[in-house]
């Protein structure tokens, strides 16, 4: 697989202002669009296809990937840009099994918020547990709530935690640690902000040390800053949380080079990556939304240069994860050495949203489509190994619109050239320019391939996630702590 | 059947500022949301209740129903508004089969315009062939495309056209009509924007003269206004178009009364239900968005007096058009008068997108719950049936946008009181105050029951659903005028 190899060159492709003709392109320049029946994308009816891809039994391996911010704005946008409006994002768009699942948080009340944020919203699928805005992996009482993550590896199953923001962002932290508050990345932050949970108040420490704790066996993404704080209490007190990692057996690795040597990863030598001090730089950048954006030519994203080839991208993460997550399994079979215990991984594109906040259109878009390589990278697997599930969502909608061509609006508009040749222009109006763009409310698709995953189609909720997950891996059914 | 009744105590119920407690929101206030597992949808694996929705077979009815500009966003604030966060709309969230469908548009040039308008979209689904904004049915170059209503009707079943807008409105014209511009509702705007249409030139004739040309069964809608206009040429030439309707042997009506005293239509006597000059009344009214809404205190929805009980609701004029399509059948069948043919169906919910351009969050809601009812209809219908296929999707995505309650936003604002007393405040900011909100370009939720409604699974285009509908109804393959 050379994703990478591939993406790069569509990128500068794109930089160049090329038409670029990959394979979706060249699918739908073979039909002429405005013949009858030139734009569908079913041809006769697929009754049985839906039907083949039900499969209620048990998965041996689940991999879930967050597009955080990911709403179906967000999805149209990326696909009118990379493959046009008749294309198909190839990852994302080749799940056989669709739904759409309310996203609603708590607040400490109990009483729903129907704006949320990205820890309520990965609380809920983590543990299938609601609460409030803020809330690592605990409920409206601020008491832990066991998660995914944690009853998998209970069961004997790998684990395997990947984004591209920094490891003790909500998303990714949801899965390690239970603490009152989103911000408590490191012992400082926790002191002042979580403080039941510090351990110098007998509390479980902070998310970074209660990552330590549980010991996925694969950890990748930034956040390497956090690393350097010194623990305030405990058996590693006035240690950096990255010394007491290499203490613990931890393999530390922060660039694509020294994580392609890494061999294996176990509960012995669990694998920590951290490639950044901060979240993983954006694929691309471009034109900034402006009051006047949208009446302005139509512009190309660019390759973002500060992203080096030193940063593994997100389906180098997960193809990566993967390998290693499943490799001992395969070895051990072979070897007679052990059974295949199966793995529980989660996949964040993080910065779809973070490049939503920021009216970041460029930004967004490239995220998008990093993610959806990382959904082919995972798709791939799961038809070759034949019993894994994937489930590819989002945690929340967001800002973005799709509005006419050419139009500005009130707040700001941006007008972006597409890989068809179509202006397309997308509209930021929740904030002010200097503001951070608004999570919205609305429900969001959610998509499935594998056993277990015809529990997506419908409406549900995003704590089914969790049921659905729990129901597929076998894990206890208890999901309290 | 009496939705209406039970939709009026609701409302009075929610005029008063009371917390409206029907089944809905008593399900939820039985068990506590922030529980592990309170808010969800599914219990159990639902493999086995979707494999038994996918039906493969031929359909004898189909029952369309489209909320226009019913995005995602605008089927979660509505349900949250009355049915809570964590409840379901009975109607739109019954629908076991869903996925999303792409809705971009061409221009005259046959590329994508990513922000379609309602003409087109409808074309797309009507005629299965993709068009440009303001195109009624016809392609790219303006040729004539035959409609699911048309084909059905070729074929022996019984036809019906219902919609709360003008019926020659985009949505339900293009089922009855082909007309290169959607303004070309009477003879009047033919002549001027239409010329190769108007029957002076050898044309089919404006929307409204080749609805009572094509003549479905039963047609019900507002739009009256147009039919006071007199023929420009041909048989009819002089004569008002209702004279005409009255000469062709439709039935005219015009109010509740009116329309429960008809007992049949069919091809000898169709019915033609005009309830209003122009768009039938709204069922809600409430504050306007403005600058700052968002900041005010959160307000409730109240009934709007324009609509009286002379106007007939939705879910009325479904309940009367498949009684009336069925009831024949029934009659053949059982006194071995004929043989059931079936029946094809478009139900519009129009004004949604009416009181999204309007920034009129109540009046946005209000629609989508009276669609709501009529989906309910329709579903009570096809499941004591057994044989009969329902579609509810929309044409277009829409502006509005729930964002944190309480927040301004640039653009407006409005800040609403949900059945669950929680404040919900929705954005609109694609367009200024005096101006008319955008469509926006997502992608869309679409969802069905019965026969072929597994083709709604997954990702498809609009395009598709003409099909799906041709296979279900077995419907001639070609779709050429």
């Known amino acids: ?77 990326a696909r009118n840009y990379e493959h046009g409006a008749a294309g198909k994002l190839p990852g994302i768009d080749a799940l056989p099994l669709t739904g759409q699942y309310t996203t609603y948080s708590l607040g400490k009340d109990g009483k729903p918020d129907y704006v949320p944020d990205s820890a309520a919203t990965g609380t809920a699928w983590a543990t299938g547990t609601k609460s409030y805005d803020g809330a690592i992996s605990v409920d409206v009482d601020g008491k832990p709530q066991a998660t995914l993550l944690e009853l998998a590896k209970k069961k004997g199953l790998r684990t395997g935690n990947v984004s591209t923001a920094e490891i003790q962002d909500a998303t990714p932290a949801v899965q ?48 390497a800053a956090t690393f350097s704080e010194v623990a305030a209490a405990g058996r590693w007190k006035g240690r950096t949380l990255q010394q007491q990692a290499v203490e613990r057996g931890y393999q530390l690795v922060d660039d694509a080079d020294s994580l392609a040597k890494v061999r294996s990863a176990d ?26 954006g949208g009446s302005k030519p139509a512009q190309r994203c660019t390759e973002n240069p500060e992203r080096t080839d030193a940063q593994p991208t997100l389906a180098d993460l997960t193809d990566k994860a993967i390998d290693l997550l499943d490799e001992d399994g395969r070895r051990g079979k072979g070897h007679g050495g ?82 068809e040749d179509r202006p397309m222009t997308i509209n930021y109006a929740t904030a002010e320019a200097e503001g951070s763009q608004q999570h ?19 409406l549900t909720d995003q704590t089914d996630l969790f049921f659905t997950i729990s129901r597929a891996l076998g894990l206890s059914k208890s999901g309290r702590h």
């Not at 949970?197 to 330590?212: F, K």
């Not at 409310?441 to 419908?458: D, E, K």
Request: hydrophobic share 35%; proline share 3%.
């Open 267 to 292: 509960q012995r030598r669990p694998l920590l990556g951290l490639f950044a001090s901060g979240n993983l730089a954006q694929r691309w950048i471009g034109p900034k939304a402006t009051e006047d």
């Open 440 to 458: 919205t409310g609305s429900q969001l698709r959610i998509a499935g391939y594998g056993p277990q995953a015809a529990n997506v189609v419908g």
């Open 176 to 223: 390690v640690a239970q603490v009152t508050s989103r911000r408590c990345y490191g012992p400082v932050a926790t002191a002042a902000q979580c403080p039941t949970n510090a351990l110098e108040n007998g509390g479980e420490g902070s998310i970074s040390e209660q990552l330590l704790d549980t010991r996925p066996d694969v950890t990748l993404g930034g956040g």
């Open 1 to 77: 697989m050379n994703l990478r190899t591939r993406s790069r060159r569509l990128a500068v492709a794109a930089a160049a202002g090329a038409l670029v003709v990959g394979s979706s392109a060249l699918a739908y320049a073979a039909t002429d669009l405005s013949d009858h029946g030139g734009a569908q994308r079913n041809h006769g009816d697929k009754t049985k296809t839906i039907a083949r891809a039900l499969d209620g039994g048990k998965a041996e391996n689940v991999i879930l990937l967050i597009g955080d911010g990911m709403g179906d704005s967000e999805i149209t946008s």
């Open 338 to 419: 052990g059974k295949d215990e199966g793995f529980f991984l989660q996949v964040e594109g993080a910065s779809i949203d973070k490049a939503d906040h920021a009216a970041n259109a460029c930004g967004q878009i490239g995220e998008l489509i990093d993610l959806d390589e990382a959904v082919q990278v995972a798709l791939d697997y799961a038809k070759k190994d034949g019993n894994t599930t994937v489930i590819v969502t989002a945690d929340h909608a967001h800002t973005s619109q799709i509005v006419e061509a050419g139009s500005t609006t009130p707040g700001y508009t941006v007008n972006l050239l597409t890989n």
